[in-house]
Structure formats: C-alpha cells, structure tokens
C-alpha cells in the first residue's frame, strides 16, 4: 500500500496527526450546500477529512472564519495581463484563485509552437497550477496575417503534454459550418478532449451544426435569450465578466437551482489595471452576489463547475481525498481573502505570499517585428463618398457594430470629426514587412487629440491605432515599429 494512502486513512481515523489542521472554520461545501463548523485535516497536498476533533503536527485556529475550495478560471488568456505566467500566478493568489486554464493564442498568433513552449515553461514547478488549451485558430481565420500558422500536424505535437486539456475555443465557426477540412481535422484530433467554442450570436440550424461536432462549452453569450438556446443545445456558459467585455448583469437570470451546475465565471482578458483595481474571480464572486445570487452558487461557478467541466476530479470543492486548495475568508458574502492554501501549504497570508519560488529561466530568442519604415501618407483616407461604413463600439462588450454615417473630408481627404466622435483607424502589418496598412473609422472611442497604438492587438498583434491626425497616427505606430514592439500615446 502506498505510504501516502495508509497516512490519509490513519490521519482520517485519528490514529495519527494530520500535517496540518485548519480549525474551527465554517466550511463550505459545494456538493450538498451546506456551511459547517468543522476541523479540515490535511494530509501532504491532500484533505484527509473534514469534520470535528482533528488534531495535527501544525494547527491553525480560524475561529470562525470560512473556508471555500481555491478558486478556477476556466478560460484567461494569460497575454492579456501583460505578466507572464510566473509572474500572473504570484497576482492571483491574493485573490483566492489557485489554477487556470490558459488558451495561449495570443503568443502562438506572434511565435508559434515556440511560444507556447514557453508559456509551458514559465508556469511549471511553482504553488500555482496553470492549465492550458491547444490553440484552434492561429490564425483566427484565412483573412488574417499573423506571425505562425498552427495545422492540426502541428497540434498533434501538443496534444500529449499531461497541461494542455484540449482544444481551445474554436474562433472560426463559419469554418465548422463550412465543413472546412482542416478545421474538422483539429477538432477530430481532440475529440476525446474538452472542444471549447466562441460562438457569439449563433442560433438555430448553425448553432445546432456548431454543437453537433462536439463543442461544449462557449464564453461569447452576450444576452438571455441567446443564452438560454445554447443551454439547451447542450453547452456550458461561461459568463465572462473581464476587462473589455461584460456579461454576468445580463446572463445572471439564466442562473437557476437547476441550471447552476452549467455555468462557469471567467474573465477573458483581464487587464493589469483590473487586477490590481477590481481583482479576479473573487471580485467576479462579490459582483455576483451583489446582483442577488446566492453565495454557494456563486462559488460553485468558479470552483467545482469548471473542475468537472474540465475533468480536473482532484480540485473544486473541499472533501476527503481532494487537493488541499482552500482560500480563508473574514467574510463570505464579501469575500475577502486572508489565507491561500495550495497543496496543503500556506503560499499566502494576509496579502503576503510566502517562500513563492523564483522564476525559471525560460529565454525568447530573436525578434518578432518585421517592418518597414512609415510615413505619415501611408495613413490618407481619400474621400470616395459622403457616406462611409463605420466601425461604432459598444460599451462594455468587444463586439462592435457597423453604422453607416456622414464623414468628414478637407481638400478630397476624410478626417477625424471629434464633434461626433469619428476617429481615424489603422492596422499595420509587423510580422512579415509586407507593408500592408488598413484604413477605416471608429466611433464610440471619445479621443479628442493625439493617436494611440499598440501592438496588443487580438488576434493576430498586428499593430492597431487610433488618432485625430495622421501626423499623431503615423507617430504613435512609429514609435512601437522603434520600439519593437508595446503601446504608445502621442498629443
């Protein structure tokens, strides 16, 4: 019998002491709902047993406070914090989150199969457990110029890493519809995996073929009635509440006694400003609450739902035998965070990490930016008509609509109108210094001088700006071509 096995069944039957006991604790049990007073015996990285009277080698007296499980995002793209993994995990911690599940797209768009090796690397051997996705759609369709092209061949090569859980959202759904060969090709490489979707504002016979190919889950849903038809063909909904994009006001009301257990929290893209601001799934959890949901199935959202979703059977809520990931808390309706517990150890305490590892040497060689230089005619918009199509943002939401509006022109030019708020846009081709600039226009921005442009563009990070002048437009997208690459501001 393996040591480990007959210590948990001793410590369990109180013939010997636990290596650590979290004490007097309201715990929160996400299976039968239930909130009691018990003991968490922890045996190595596991619970050996929860209930009253355990003793152990290293106490600790919670006098009341209440235990959760730790807490699981099930889809982040770690790109969008502008940390590295390391660097992401030591941030989430504090917020009560113990793992992830990546979709590296962003890094493969830019490098490929290298690219994902490194976020690989950079997350192993640390208090904090970061899953991952293969990524579906490098590009995210044919229309695209991006830095790296992944096929299905090269998928196979990932698909037996013990971190990658399966096949990251499938972006380009008009190529599933289509029956597209190579698509289909990665989807059936994945079959015995988690296919996860992006299927925003698909409905009937395309959603039903969409979800025919074995697609389950999806993270675009945007309003309850397109929510309630995905429910019902068989998806799970993970109500994204992030940076850019918010959708748990909207969705909540979906979220019934019986449909609880198909829903997941996760943030999409969360900025570093939101973090440190807001924080993570535990401000995703307090938002929750707030809009009247009850706080264990507030929990069950970002703990167990995405731990089965993902067959990850040793996380998600607190019981024998499961990993010992638990978040203390002062106050569950709040839910502040005063102790992370990961593998049955204490990483942090009173919003201090404690002995986090340092971070592995993982080095990316060469550069990424392949550019010519620019001037600031490559960003003339020739007035062709009085009406232009227009790019209109909608606020909190990364969907946009297409208006179609008078546009301003001096001397046979179109030129930002701040009256109406109609901006110049660009994206700048800098992977393969083909030269390739598109123009257009944007709406809803609110910039009333100057240009901004970042290389942080999903999905492909090609560089994008918007400005008022093109002298401000061209300097800004100069200035991140000199700088290989980042964000600039130009006034």
Aim: contains cysteine; charged residues 20%.
């Amino acid at each position: 019998m393996p040591h480990s096995l007959k210590q948990s069944i001793q410590v369990a039957r109180k013939e010997i002491p636990a290596d650590l006991v979290l004490k007097r604790a309201w715990v929160v049990n996400l299976y039968s709902g239930s909130i009691r007073k018990n003991d968490i015996a922890i045996c190595g990285e596991r619970i050996a047993a929860v209930g009253p009277g355990y003793h152990g080698r290293m106490e600790i007296d919670l006098d009341g406070r209440w235990i959760v499980p730790g807490l699981i995002d099930a889809h982040i793209h770690i790109e969008s914090s502008m940390l590295t993994p390391y660097n992401l995990a030591k941030a989430l911690l504090p917020h009560g989150t113990t793992t992830i599940i990546a979709d590296p797209h962003e890094i493969a768009n830019v490098m490929g199969t290298a690219g994902i090796d490194f976020m690989l690397q950079n997350s192993q051997n640390i208090p904090f457990d970061i899953f991952f996705t293969a990524p579906s759609c490098v590009p995210a369709t044919h229309l695209e110029t991006s830095g790296a092209r992944l096929t299905a061949r090269d998928l196979a090569g990932l698909k037996n890493e013990p971190r990658i859980l399966g096949l990251a959202e499938m972006m380009n759904y008009p190529g599933v519809l289509s029956a597209d060969e190579e698509i289909l090709n990665k989807i059936d490489l994945f079959k015995d995996r988690m296919l996860d979707g992006h299927a925003p504002l698909l409905s009937g016979s395309d959603l039903q073929a969409y979800t025919s190919v074995g697609i389950r889950s999806d993270h675009e849903t945007q309003n309850r009635l397109e929510g309630l038809e995905k429910l019902e063909s068989g998806m799970r909904i993970m109500i994204r509440e992030g940076t850019g994009a918010k959708n748990l006001k909207a969705l909540l009301p979906l979220i019934k006694p019986e449909t609880a257990r198909r829903f997941c929290l996760v943030v999409d893209d969360l900025h570093p400003t939101t973090l440190q601001n807001l924080g993570h799934l535990d401000h995703l959890i307090r938002e929750a609450i707030n809009l009247g949901l009850n706080p264990v199935l507030a929990l069950q959202l970002a703990s167990l739902n995405p731990a089965e979703y993902f067959g990850l059977k040793d996380r998600g809520a607190i019981a024998p035998g499961l990993r010992a990931d638990l978040v203390v808390l002062s106050n569950l309706e709040q839910f502040r965070v005063e102790q992370v517990i990961k593998n049955g150890k204490v990483v942090m305490a009173q919003g201090a990490l404690t002995d986090f590892p340092a971070e592995q040497s993982c080095p990316l060689n060469g550069t990424t930016f392949h550019m010519t230089a620019l001037q600031p005619a490559d960003f003339v918009i020739r007035a062709q008509n009085r009406v232009a199509r227009i790019i209109e943002l909608i606020p909190d939401q990364i969907a946009t609509k297409q208006i179609r509006q008078k546009v301003k022109n001096r001397e046979g030019l179109v030129v930002a109108d701040t009256d109406n708020d109609i901006l110049k846009l660009a994206v700048v081709e800098r992977h393969r210094a083909t030269g390739n600039i598109g123009l257009g226009l944007v709406k809803g921005f609110g910039l009333k001088k100057g240009a901004i442009a970042s290389s942080i563009a999903h999905d492909s990070h090609n560089i994008i700006g918007v400005g008022v002048e093109d002298q401000d437009l061209f300097l800004a997208v100069e200035t991140i071509r000199k700088m290989g690459g980042g964000l600039a501001v130009t006034a």
